[in-house]
């Protein structure tokens, strides 16, 4: 086969996204026949010897899965005290890595895999795939609420700076109780961006549930149930995430 970009071959290896697969590289811990590797280096797997942490790189076979992940399940694969992770629930042998956040508090959709082709074309913003849930919040939502949550809601980041979400879809489902069901699909995933915008909007979230990743929807999985994503699946999401979002562009004056 053709020489190809190391992070592109680390990538299909399993090791995360392609950018995630650059900090190997930077981090010293890739090596071609050898020597220490840098970002723009190519190579053969069939010809060269790499290596990442000192054991050899393997291509492996891609695996797709999805997950209905369960509320007080964590998604990252390191454990958090006794509290299960999405790859507890998942028994296939091998490196999978979930794609794309969903608190430990959250539940729903959450797709587990060893491409990092896939996971970079799912994670990064410049693709805007969309996502959906179902979003209970305390108390009635005047019709004006939904209107700046769909014209987009000034939150702080993590530092305490503003900043602005994309404008999103957000629609009344149900009343349910003291509470009132939303379905709110979006084209970002800042951190825990739907409970700060809640928390903005004076809308305390009590439940979030993801219920679709591009073409991709939970369907009849119960919590804590998943189940191989079919190739057609995987074609199509990566045919929904194929085309890069177009940046608006700014208005003359």
Not at 18 to 26: D, F, L, N, Q, S
Not at 118 to 129: C, M, S, V
Not at 205 to 220: D, F, P
Request: proline letters at 7%.
């Amino acid at each position: 086969m053709p020489p190809e970009r190391l992070q592109k071959l680390l990538a299909s290896a399993g090791y995360g996204s392609r950018r995630a697969c650059e900090e190997y590289i930077t981090a010293g811990r890739v090596r071609v026949n050898g020597q220490r590797a840098q970002l723009g280096d190519k190579a053969d797997p069939a010809a060269d010897k790499i290596t990442v942490d000192g054991e050899l790189l393997a291509i492996e076979q891609r695996v797709y899965v999805m997950l209905n992940k369960p509320r007080g399940v964590v998604s990252s694969l390191e454990a958090q005290g006794d509290r299960d992770t999405v790859r507890d629930l998942v028994p296939v042998p091998g490196r999978l890595y979930p794609v794309g956040r969903l608190d430990a508090q959250s539940e729903g959709l959450i797709i587990l895999t060893n491409d990092g082709d896939l996971t970079n074309h799912l994670t990064h913003p410049r693709f805007g795939h969309e996502k959906e849930y179902r979003v209970l919040v305390a108390g009635g939502v005047a019709p004006e609420v939904i209107d700046i949550w769909r014209r987009g809601v000034v939150i702080k980041d993590e530092e305490g700076n503003p900043e602005r979400t994309a404008p999103a879809k957000v629609e009344v489902e149900s009343r349910s109780g003291d509470g009132t069901w939303l379905k709110v699909i979006m084209r970002e995933g800042k951190k825990h961006q739907i409970r700060r915008v809640g928390e903005t909007l004076g809308l305390p979230v009590l439940r979030i549930a993801r219920e679709r990743v591009g073409t991709l929807r939970l369907g009849n999985l119960k919590p804590g149930q998943w189940r191989r994503i079919t190739p057609a699946e995987v074609r199509s999401l990566l045919e929904s995430a194929a085309a890069p979002q177009a940046r608006p562009r700014p208005r003359r004056r």
